[in-house]
């Protein structure tokens, strides 16, 4: 197996525009939604939310974009719900009500020990059922870190809009357009953890995505090892308003994917 990606070097580096734009979260579970508390470390938990509907065909550990919070998202776990899936939404260290300080490293470390708790909410919640890893945005890494690690008990993964491309990352939040042999080796193990994951992928994404170009995008979806993959752009959507684009072809895309991977 190819060495784990050393995501630290990345908290180390100067940062040209910031990488994380962490916010407050005053906000409590209403209706069918239960608020939730995921220990990543001694002393250290991630605010989350599951939202439960009437029916579920699916259960989703969701990791939301930058600038947002858990509770920014309970009118988007509504739309979910009205598909017949489950929400459960996981934000960062230092976001909302979470403990700690956000960093890259500590973003991606805490995906494993979320994905067990996730599961064992689901198990408590909900029962057994199929589930699925998404991110947005900056929840393309974590989502990515799952997908490639610990894949059991997912039936697939999806990614809307996604970060995962790292020499984007250099290039926009470092400044870093000619990385050093320890950085090119920090890509390469990134590119091959990517080139690991099996489980089935869909990726959406607008072709006039003004902050995450469709290009990073596709450059993701080709590198993921994964034989069942696609990918389904939204034309004249940008980052923040594909859904609302292109709201039917956006959760059609999404139900038909849980529909053929749901076991």
């Avoid at 509770?71 to 976001?95: K, S, T, W």
């Avoid at 198990?123 to 894949?151: K, Q, T, W």
């Avoid at 869909?202 to 995505?209: K, S």
Wanted: a negative charge.
């Amino acid at each position: 197996m190819s060495e784990a990606p050393d995501y630290a070097r990345l908290d180390r580096l100067p940062v040209v525009q910031p990488l994380f734009h962490p916010m407050p979260d005053r906000t409590r579970a209403r209706g069918g939604a239960e608020d939730l508390r995921f220990e990543v470390a001694p002393a250290v938990g991630i605010a989350a939310r599951y939202h439960r509907g009437p029916s579920c065909r699916a259960t989703v550990l969701y990791f939301h974009g930058n600038g947002e919070v858990v509770g920014e998202l309970d009118d988007l776990a509504l739309l979910f719900r009205d598909q017949g899936i489950d929400l459960v939404i996981a934000g960062y260290r230092g976001y909302g009500r979470s403990d700690g300080q956000p960093s890259f490293a500590a973003m991606v470390a805490d995906a494993h020990p979320i994905a067990d708790a996730f599961h064992a909410a689901a198990d408590a919640l909900r029962g057994p059922g199929p589930r699925f890893v998404m991110g947005r945005s900056l929840g393309g890494h974590p989502a990515l870190e799952i997908a490639a690690n610990r894949p059991g008990r997912f039936d697939g993964l999806v990614l809307s809009s996604p970060s995962g491309e790292l020499r984007r990352v250099l290039a926009r939040i470092h400044g870093i357009t000619h990385p050093s042999p320890e950085l090119e080796a920090l890509v390469a193990a990134h590119e091959a953890k990517l080139a690991r994951i099996s489980l089935p992928t869909l990726v959406i994404h607008g072709d006039q995505d003004e902050v995450i170009p469709l290009a990073s995008a596709k450059a993701v979806h080709d590198r993921i090892g994964a034989v069942a993959r696609s990918l389904v752009v939204i034309p004249g959507a940008g980052h923040n308003d594909i859904l609302w684009v292109a709201f039917d072809e956006y959760f059609g895309a999404i139900r038909g994917f849980m529909e053929r991977h749901g076991g």
